[in-house]
């Protein structure tokens, strides 16, 4: 047993999640499960019978820490209890918060004198700690990867900056944007409510991640603005998680150390802590984080544009022929995870159920069926995506006619170039989903673009509404009734919507639900024509 974490256990602890995502990339496995239990994860022979592998996307951050922590003999404490902070308008749901939490309660894993206090053992022992003789029954290692670490952790624990280093610190602390500091095993924290796990950056600076899902799933993606920006005491964005030290601990007869507590890393002692991604390489002065400026080499950047600069490794340049492929294959991948989670949905029967009275209070952060099937937030990001797409080729065509020398373009028609690898890795991208009848429709992934805001979120559509079908023949086998279509009908608007909206009430009826609300829906989708652009350079 180690009683802190070193600058090898860190590098270490980078390799295994590396491994991880690595194997989620190439498709060797997409479950929690599946990648633990495969040859990815070094450590799986010497596990013990009776673990379970399932972590969700707040989850998988802390499963992957206490796995690799236990493993490795090493510190491990979770905030056990979060709360709001006592700011004016800060209410609601915790994982939502404006104004971000704080944590008030801690749990450390270490052997100690009371049931609420435990060690990663697999074997039961007494402790003889000076005159007073421990004989408690200490839950092993499943016990705690199992129940107290998935039990105590949730995502409204990394909604806050990290700048707590006292008692009741935060279990992770924001990081300067370098490849250095931003590594495999970096959290990041997306304020809509997801959370994601660095496992790659690429010399060309994109930074790709694994997520889990309530199903239980593994998927990889890369970094684009489907994780917003927020106030910075929501705490989105990069963050490692904080070194630990065990002190005042002794040691039995055994050399395992029993008692003490566990102390996190003050922020000063962190090489990489740093408020820059909140605030910017140049704050206002006013203190505003919206009005930051992110400036390299003297050029105003925005932020996704800065972090792919120091992510680089050397001088940033960018050929936009690679970027449209990597962009499109990234765009691939989501479409095809999202094969599989509404495969599980339907597999579970959820669209055979009558549709409740009422959409859920929110329907991005909810509970129940409707949390575990529906795939709102999913949708959003994919959303999201196919807009970006437009938008960093229409930057890259705009920045290559003004001579940018970021671009690095040699043909003579970029436009042309760029629509060709579109269609290349649009018809390469083949998928399908099973219909009602249990026939396959195949699709492609052009055709997922022009259905991606007519694709329902909602569980109890069949299968053909979830895939956003039109034609008669195509919404031939579906058999939802008559109320059914007419929810899919009025859910336009929210489907219509990119942003994702935790704060707005979203409980409607159907007959309340006849276009946007405050908050909730928009009229008209954003542009994701990025074939029109490519063919005449017009915007919708």
């Keep these: 047993?180690?009683?802190?974490?070193?600058?090898?256990?860190?590098?270490?602890?980078?390799?295994?999640?590396?491994?991880?995502?690595?194997?989620?990339?190439?498709?060797?496995?997409?479950?929690?499960?599946?990648?633990?239990?495969?040859?990815?994860?070094?450590?799986?022979?010497?596990?013990?019978?009776?673990?379970?592998?399932?972590?969700?996307?707040?989850?998988?951050?802390?499963?992957?820490?206490?796995?690799?922590?236990?493993?490795?003999?090493?510190?491990?404490?979770?905030?056990?209890?979060?709360?709001?902070?006592?700011?004016?308008?800060?209410?609601?749901?915790?994982?939502?918060?404006?104004?971000?939490?704080?944590?008030?309660?801690?749990?450390?894993?270490?052997?100690?004198?009371?049931?609420?206090?435990?060690?990663?053992?697999?074997?039961?022992?007494?402790?003889?700690?000076?005159?007073?003789?421990?004989?408690?029954?200490?839950?092993?290692?499943?016990?705690?990867?199992?129940?107290?670490?998935?039990?105590?952790?949730?995502?409204?624990?990394?909604?806050?900056?990290?700048?707590?280093?006292?008692?009741?610190?935060?279990?992770?602390?924001?990081?300067?944007?370098?490849?250095?500091?931003?590594?495999?095993?970096?959290?990041?924290?997306?304020?809509?409510?997801?959370?994601?796990?660095?496992?790659?950056?690429?010399?060309?600076?994109?930074?790709?991640?694994?997520?889990?899902?309530?199903?239980?799933?593994?998927?990889?993606?890369?970094?684009?603005?489907?994780?917003?920006?927020?106030?910075?005491?929501?705490?989105?964005?990069?963050?490692?998680?904080?070194?630990?030290?065990?002190?005042?601990?002794?040691?039995?007869?055994?050399?395992?150390?029993?008692?003490g507590r566990v102390v996190g890393a003050k922020n000063t002692t962190l090489p990489y802590y740093s408020l820059e991604q909140f605030f910017g390489t140049n704050p206002d002065p006013d203190g505003k984080w919206s009005k930051g400026k992110f400036v390299y080499n003297g050029r105003d950047v925005d932020y996704y544009e800065y972090l792919r600069i120091m992510m680089a490794n050397g001088e940033l340049r960018i050929d936009p022929l690679v970027d449209m492929q990597v962009m499109l294959r990234d765009l691939c991948v989501n479409v095809r995870d999202r094969v599989q989670a509404v495969d599980v949905a339907l597999q579970s029967g959820v669209q055979n159920k009558p549709h409740p009275e009422r959409l859920p209070v929110n329907i991005y952060g909810t509970t129940g069926e409707w949390e575990q099937w529906a795939s709102p937030s999913r949708d959003a990001r994919l959303k999201v995506s196919f807009a970006n797409l437009l938008i960093q080729v229409r930057s890259m065509v705009q920045r290559h006619q003004v001579g940018d020398p970021t671009i690095v373009y040699h043909g003579s028609n970029l436009r042309g170039d760029l629509m060709a690898i579109y269609q290349r890795e649009s018809a390469s991208c083949q998928f399908a989903y099973k219909n009602s009848n249990g026939v396959g429709v195949p699709l492609n992934l052009d055709q997922a673009r022009q259905r991606v805001f007519d694709m329902s979120f909602d569980p109890y559509h069949c299968a053909e509404l979830r895939w956003g079908a039109k034609t008669s023949q195509e919404l031939a086998s579906c058999r939802d009734n008559q109320n059914k279509r007419a929810w899919y009908a009025a859910e336009r608007w929210l489907r219509y919507q990119a942003d994702r909206t935790y704060d707005a009430r979203m409980d409607y009826t159907l007959g309340e639900l006849t276009g946007p609300k405050p908050g909730v829906g928009v009229a008209n989708p954003p542009d994701v024509d990025i074939v029109r652009f490519l063919q005449t350079g017009a915007r919708r």
């Excluded at 404490?77 to 700011?87: D, E, I, N, T, Y």
């Excluded at 963050?239 to 030290?245: D, H, S, W």
Aim: one cysteine or more.
């Design 1 to 259: 047993m180690k009683t802190q974490w070193s600058t090898q256990d860190e590098e270490n602890f980078s390799r295994f999640v590396a491994r991880l995502g690595a194997a989620v990339e190439n498709r060797q496995c997409d479950t929690v499960k599946d990648c633990l239990k495969s040859d990815a994860n070094p450590y799986y022979s010497s596990d013990p019978a009776g673990l379970v592998y399932y972590a969700d996307c707040a989850d998988l951050p802390y499963f992957l820490r206490a796995y690799f922590a236990w493993k490795n003999g090493l510190p491990m404490s979770v905030a056990s209890r979060v709360s709001a902070r006592p700011v004016a308008g800060n209410t609601g749901d915790i994982r939502y918060t404006p104004q971000g939490n704080y944590v008030t309660g801690r749990f450390d894993v270490i052997a100690g004198n009371g049931r609420k206090r435990f060690a990663f053992i697999d074997n039961i022992e007494d402790y003889d700690i000076g005159n007073l003789m421990l004989a408690t029954r200490y839950p092993n290692a499943v016990a705690l990867l199992n129940g107290t670490i998935t039990n105590s952790t949730l995502s409204a624990t990394f909604r806050m900056m990290g700048t707590e280093d006292g008692k009741m610190y935060a279990d992770f602390y924001p990081v300067k944007l370098t490849r250095f500091s931003v590594r495999p095993g970096t959290v990041i924290y997306d304020p809509n409510g997801h959370v994601a796990v660095v496992y790659k950056i690429t010399a060309d600076g994109q930074v790709y991640y694994i997520d889990s899902h309530p199903d239980n799933t593994l998927t990889s993606g890369m970094y684009n603005p489907k994780f917003e920006r927020s106030n910075p005491y929501q705490g989105a964005g990069f963050k490692n998680f904080r070194p630990l030290t065990l002190v005042d601990a002794r040691q039995d007869s055994s050399g395992a150390y029993v008692g």
